[in-house]
């Protein structure tokens, strides 16, 4: 038996900030001053992360939408893909059993 199994609870969407907030960081660090940066260069921590999302609400409200409805589009296009190769399997062994 065969057993295709789609997580639909939210973990991902709640992932969201984290991402930000870690991406972010690494963006920061691996460019330097060499490019302008977002939330005015100052890397999240743990002690300025409330604040940070206070001064920049919408900004990081832009970022999650966007985010989730990626993670979203990305999730039915997988799911998609594999109902079509469930399909195509399906047709290739009804074929060889006629």
Known sequence: MKIL????????????LKSLFVSHNAY???F???????????LFTFDNWEEMQKQYKKEIND?????????????IIKINS?????????????????
């Open 5 to 16: 199994a789609v997580d639909f609870d939210g973990v991902i969407s709640d992932s969201a």
């Open 28 to 30: 920061c660090k691996y």
């Open 32 to 42: 330097d001053s060499k490019v302008k940066r977002s939330f005015g260069g100052e």
């Open 63 to 75: 970022y999650y939408h966007s985010s989730c409805k990626t993670l979203y589009r990305n999730s």
């Open 82 to 98: 594999l109902l079509a190769l469930h399909e195509l399997i399906r047709k290739k062994k009804k074929a060889k059993i006629n």
